[in-house]
């Protein structure tokens, strides 16, 4: 029976360093759940948006992101709740070890902070490939560094024989925390990786499909799904009271009153302005709860392909290009010149369009030497520097999506340089860690290195909705 999701069995898998096999065990937990024919809720701490992709391909619902530094505390609860409506049980990855939060913010951001505000048990996934007995003293640190967290059991990865994992359990039962499953070395679920982490499940196809079955099997063969749902069960009503996000009542202009209902039904009459969002194997960062955000502002959103589809959607008034991988992909995108001319005809229109990371880089001139949209006068090309960080920023104009002065919260994470790196209008300026302005604001188009999620700032999708409307 599908519960409230204010009370929905829920677990967070976590581990003590990134490269423990978190996502290996979460995905295929999920994939195994689903399996046994519970609806399975899929989460991830942090702004990570390839493992949310793994997650849906397993679970059959959208990945979705829960971020306390890009959304704030107060939202991580909501969000969740958003999500698990109509779900059985609700699984949440971590990110990074356990305590690993937000550079100099304490456990902001952490997978901790996160079970904590959920109220979730946490498993702790430890890659026990190099050790025996001091597996012992490793989860006992974990289990009592911080009291709020409930470390409710351990799956033991890359375990190498019975004999160790024998060796394995021994020493943990006089730590007190049950062994819920042993996880052998397998190299069959492995999933390949590149500059910026695991490819895409957009890329992969039908490898990806074998890759998160060979998951669920491994993990339904080494676990024990019965104490880990029983685990799950054990949590009560999420804390504080929280009501599940509504991204109707976030895209509500100000100024609508609650009594006139969805947004939406109130634009039929005046018509749904198109709002084109690139996908594909190229574009494939994006939050779900922007095309949410969008649709309840009044849109209506088509997704293309800038790899395969020569024309932008019939009726496009807006164009929001997220995060991805044009620079695997740039030769194929330089090829579609008919689709460059409708984006650059787009921008000088004067439409809205919002561009990040990989969006900017597809309006820059070129991408190493290959001619891309041209609406940025600034080119781009591939770099041996990895830029990786939380940004604390302030919209230094008034564009598509931020009125000037508007405070958000992005994050950047790319092997990507562009030149100049600020148009004579920047999108952002960056207050921490280092001070500096960077991205573009031209006639409607507002293009950044910054990913954000609009969640925290409902005004965005609302904002830029409006400008479709009246561009």
Not at 336 to 351: F, I, K, Q, T, Y
């Amino acid at each position: 029976m599908v519960t409230s999701p204010a009370r929905v069995p829920r677990l967070v898998i976590a581990a003590p360093s990134s490269g423990s096999g978190k996502t290996t065990v979460a995905t295929g937990l999920m994939a195994a759940l689903t399996a046994r024919g519970l609806t399975v809720s899929p989460h991830k701490v942090g702004p990570d948006y390839i493992d949310p992709g793994y997650h849906a391909l397993a679970t059959g619902r959208a990945g979705r992101n829960l971020d306390a530094y890009l959304c704030g505390a107060e939202l991580i609860a909501p969000l969740f709740l958003h999500g698990a409506r109509g779900c059985d049980i609700a699984v949440v990855e971590g990110v990074m070890g356990l305590y690993d939060g937000a550079a100099g913010e304490g456990e902001l951001a952490s997978t901790a902070q996160v079970a904590k505000l959920l109220g979730a048990p946490v498993v702790l996934v430890v890659d026990a490939s190099a050790q025996s007995r001091s597996v012992a003293a490793l989860v006992h640190g974990f289990v009592s560094w911080d009291p709020e967290v409930r470390v409710g059991g351990v799956i033991l990865n890359k375990v190498a024989s019975d004999r160790h994992e024998a060796l394995l359990r021994e020493a943990l039962e006089p730590v007190g925390v049950p062994v819920l499953g042993a996880v052998r070395r397998a190299e069959r679920v492995s999933a390949p990786s590149r500059h910026l982490g695991l490819v895409p499940v957009a890329e992969r196809g039908r490898l990806a499909v074998e890759a998160v079955a060979a998951m669920a099997s491994q993990v339904a063969e080494g676990c024990d799904l019965a104490a880990l749902e029983s685990l799950a069960r054990s949590a009560g009503a999420v804390p504080g009271g929280a009501a599940p996000w509504t991204p109707a009542v976030s895209a509500r202009h100000p100024d609508r009153s609650a009594d006139e209902g969805d947004p939406s039904r109130s634009e039929a009459a005046s018509g749904r302005p198109v709002v084109a969002v690139a996908g594909g194997a190229a574009f494939t960062f994006s939050y779900a709860e922007h095309a949410e955000l969008l649709a309840a502002a009044g849109a209506e959103v088509v997704t293309f392909d800038p790899l395969r589809d020569e024309e932008l959607p019939a009726g496009t008034r807006g164009l929001v290009i997220g995060g991805g991988f044009p620079e695997v992909y740039a030769a194929e995108l330089s090829a579609n010149e008919r689709l460059r001319a409708a984006v650059a005809g787009l921008a000088e229109s004067g439409a809205p369009v919002a561009a990040e990371c990989a969006g900017l880089l597809y309006l820059c001139r070129e991408l190493d030497g290959l001619p891309l949209c041209g609406v940025l006068d600034a080119s781009a090309r591939m770099s041996e520097r990895l830029t990786l960080g939380y940004r604390d920023a302030v919209a230094v104009a008034d564009s598509c999506l931020a009125a000037a002065g508007t405070r958000m919260r992005g994050h950047e994470f790319h092997r990507t340089v562009v030149e100049p790196g600020a148009g004579g209008v920047p999108a952002w300026g960056v207050r921490a860690p280092k001070p500096h302005v960077e991205g573009f604001v031209r006639r409607g188009v507002h293009a950044s290195y910054l990913h954000t999620h609009w969640a925290s700032e409902p005004g965005v999708a609302r904002r830029f909705v409006e400008r479709c409307r009246t561009s």
